[in-house]
């Protein structure tokens, strides 16, 4: 095995970037703390993307908290999502203890707690910034895919829109579709215009369309789609020259995976039509953090997996980086997995035959190192401790190094509700998004127009001349026997009043 010496200048030398870095850490050799190697990442490399795994309890969380604060030091935005609940102490300034104390000596580093510029956001009731979006924004496919419609109503979602687009109805919120597939469906002018123009549509597939649409609106979608839509540029703000670090609180996650679903995809997509390409700029314009990871590919649908896989491969281009925090490495589909540039490893604990074939993987795609028994020592990490390996400034992969963490600058719990609220109150972000806007859209149009079609029909009704249905005489002359009894009166009449004349018949 290699001495001490062979490792500070090897691992200096891999980790000593030229360009703006950040810090993680100190390297670690034979159990010792080594001051003279800091663990760093260049800043240029960050949009390659990475993942933060290990058993519960192991210190992801607080890991994750100094990452951001190191990224908000360096004026880069984040977006947390924050599962647990946990986050939201980085708005507030740490204190010392002895813990911490005995952390920052034994890495001769300087400990400044401070509080960082925090938003808090929502896409449910809880306070903070709304975030919402129109479903003319979301578009066809990918509410499509949300719903989990066969391809026979995925093209009939595409021809629904295309008919709003093309007869000016604006579809804002859940209401404004459920209204145009009513009017279409039941609605004769609706029927109509939708046949004439785009083929006729079976009203079944329609029905099931409504019933997806349903289903979603259950899980509070009603609160998601809407306007004011959210501008992804409001994630990219920066206070006194700090990072701002949003965190969205998702707390209900388990309960409504098809709304996370929702937000995912749309804010995915958002980002990357909206934002420009950046090519090698130096460092990101943002970072995204989705905790608890394992809780998205398990409870979401495929399209969700599908998405994230593809903007993995594409996102980076646009100055974004996608962290994941999970548990274990195989949480993460290895489609995505292998696109990570940095791996940081707390503790995995083998307890089961299953645990240990995910330690086996998990070491197998690490560098090979010739300082550490990887197998063994990744079951022995302490709290705070983690392999990390990372991309040099050249794209390439650096060795493993088993890391001493720093410990965050910020509070390591979370705000009160008089400090949440306090937060909130202060924030231009949630004033411009707090009132709902009631555009007319899609719903009001309709609405009106078949209410339009109801009052004219009713007025053609009521000037048409309303024939009076004939008396019980009228009815008695109007039958065949009445019309015979009154043509022989008429004959006998007139014989009568000629025979007055003495104009009558012929005397015999």
Partial sequence: MADKTQFIEKLNAKYTPKGEHLILGKAMFDGEVIPEVNVTIPLKTINRHGLIAGATGTGKTKTLQAFAEQLSHAGIPSLVL???????????????????????????????????????????????????????????????????????????????????????????????????????????????????????IASASLGAILRSIVALEQQGASVFFGELSFDVHDLLRQKEGKGVVNILRVADIQSKPQLFSTFMLSLFAEIYMTFPEEGDSGKPKLVLF????????????????????????????????????????????????????????????GFTAKDKKEISKAVENYPVTEFYEASTLIQNLGIGEAFVTALDEKGIPTPLVHTYLISPESRMDILNDSEITALTNQS??????????????????????????????ASVQKTKPVKEEPGMFEQVLQSKAGRTFTSTLMREGAKAILGMLGLGGRKR
Avoid: W
Wanted: hydrophobic fraction near 40%; charged fraction near 25%.
């Fill in 290 to 349: 989705i905790d608890e990871a394992h809780l998205i590919f398990d409870e979401s649908s495929k399209a969700l997996v599908s998405q994230i896989e593809t903007m993995v491969k594409l996102i980076r281009s646009k100055g974004v980086g996608i962290y994941f925090i999970t548990q274990i490495p195989g949480d993460v589909p290895e489609a995505i997995l292998s696109q990570l540039g940095l791996k940081i490893q707390h503790a995995l604990r």
């Fill in 82 to 200: 924050d599962i647990k609940g946990d986050f939201s102490g980085i708005a507030a300034a740490g204190e010392a203890n002895p813990n911490i104390e005995e952390r920052y000596a034994r890495t001769q580093l300087p400990y400044h707690p401070q509080a960082f510029p925090v938003e808090l956001m929502t896409i449910s009731g809880e306070k903070g910034v709304k975030l919402r979006a129109t479903v003319t924004e979301f578009g066809p496919v990918l509410l499509s895919k949300i719903l989990q419609l066969n391809e026979t109503q995925q093209s009939i979602m595409s021809i629904v829109f295309k008919y709003c687009d093309d007869k000016g109805l604006p579809l804002i919120d859940l209401n404004d579709l459920k209204k145009v597939l009513q009017y279409v469906t039941e609605n004769p002018q609706g029927k109509a215009e939708l046949s004439s123009d785009y083929g006729s």
């Fill in 428 to 457: 231009a972000l949630v004033s411009k998004y707090e009132t709902v806007l009631d555009s007319e859209s899609a719903y009001e149009i309709l609405v009106r127009r078949m209410e339009a079609a109801v009052q004219k029909a």
